[in-house]
């Protein structure tokens, strides 16, 4: 049984920084997608960044490109997303999901994930 579980998010004002957590449990670590998704009220949940391969190979939206880190901590089964430089436009609800793959899909697309943690709220004021 495969487990996902997300930790961090809060409130931050525009231009601060937070730190998301997402722990898998359940299969091999290594191997699989891990990906970062978000969703703000009234729109449909968007891929934000994804990694693989061990944290050795990343992805990320052009919205988040250069603001956003995905990281990855093997020894302790965890991804990091570290958000930077955040505005009111990265107010949403982040979730984790994962994927038993070698590699990540090359569109980050909600459906091709079965794996999902409960989400943890972002919400970024101007």
């Known amino acids: 049984q495969v487990h996902v579980t997300e930790f961090g998010g809060g409130s931050v004002q525009a231009g601060g920084s937070l730190r998301l957590s997402c722990s898998v449990s359940g299969y091999a670590y290594d191997g699989n997608c891990i990906a970062w998704f978000r969703q703000a009220p009234g729109k449909e949940r968007e891929g934000v960044a994804s990694?693989?391969?061990?944290?050795?190979?990343?992805d990320y939206a052009d919205s988040v490109k250069g603001r956003f880190i995905i990281s990855q901590d093997n020894a302790k089964n965890t991804v990091y997303l570290q958000m930077n430089n955040l505005n009111p436009e990265d107010t949403a609800m982040y979730y984790c999901?994962?994927?038993?793959?070698?590699?990540?899909?090359?569109?980050?697309?909600?459906?091709?994930?079965?794996?999902w943690g409960q989400g943890t709220q972002v919400t970024v004021s101007s």
């Open positions: 990694i693989y391969a061990g944290g050795r190979i990343a």
């Open positions: 999901a994962s994927l038993q793959s070698l590699v990540c899909p090359p569109t980050m697309t909600s459906v091709k994930f079965p794996y």
